[in-house]
């Protein structure tokens, strides 16, 4: 269990409730300008623009979310709040690798 909290705590991956944002711009921006460039394509009636909508969405979608992960804030995938046990500790990685059953760390 403590390998699995190092490696979360190392790569600064969040999960949990109350920390993840409800909508990332990274996720629902491409999202959105690929399914509307996919559904004018499909109904623009030309043979050419139906026969290649899938794959110019798909390409689309993942060039603008690569693109704004590349731009991201760090709001944009975890919560910043106020009192957080995370700000209490410099040092995750290392207050985990020195476990002490007497004294309660930081998460």
Same mark, same amino acid.
């Given at each position: 269990? $403590?390998?699995?909290? $190092?490696?979360?705590? $190392? ?9 993840? #944002?409800?909508?990332? #711009?990274?996720?629902?921006? !491409? ?15 030309? !043979?050419?623009?139906? /026969?290649?909508?899938?794959?110019? /969405? ?26 957080? #046990? ?12 020195? #476990?002490?059953? /007497? $004294?309660?760390?930081?998460?």
């Amino acid at each position: 269990m $403590q390998d699995v909290a $190092q490696f979360m705590s $190392q790569n600064a991956f969040e999960f949990r409730p109350g920390r993840v #944002p409800g909508v990332n #711009p990274a996720g629902i921006i !491409p999202w959105i300008v690929s399914s509307g460039v996919g559904i004018y394509l499909i109904a623009s009636n030309n !043979p050419i623009a139906s /026969t290649w909508a899938l794959v110019i /969405t798909f390409v689309l979608s993942v060039l603008i979310s690569a693109g704004l992960l590349l731009a991201s804030k760090d709001r944009w995938h975890a919560l910043i709040r106020a009192h957080d #046990p995370r700000d209490e500790v410099e040092n995750v990685a290392h207050e985990m690798s020195h #476990p002490c059953p /007497t $004294q309660i760390k930081a998460a």
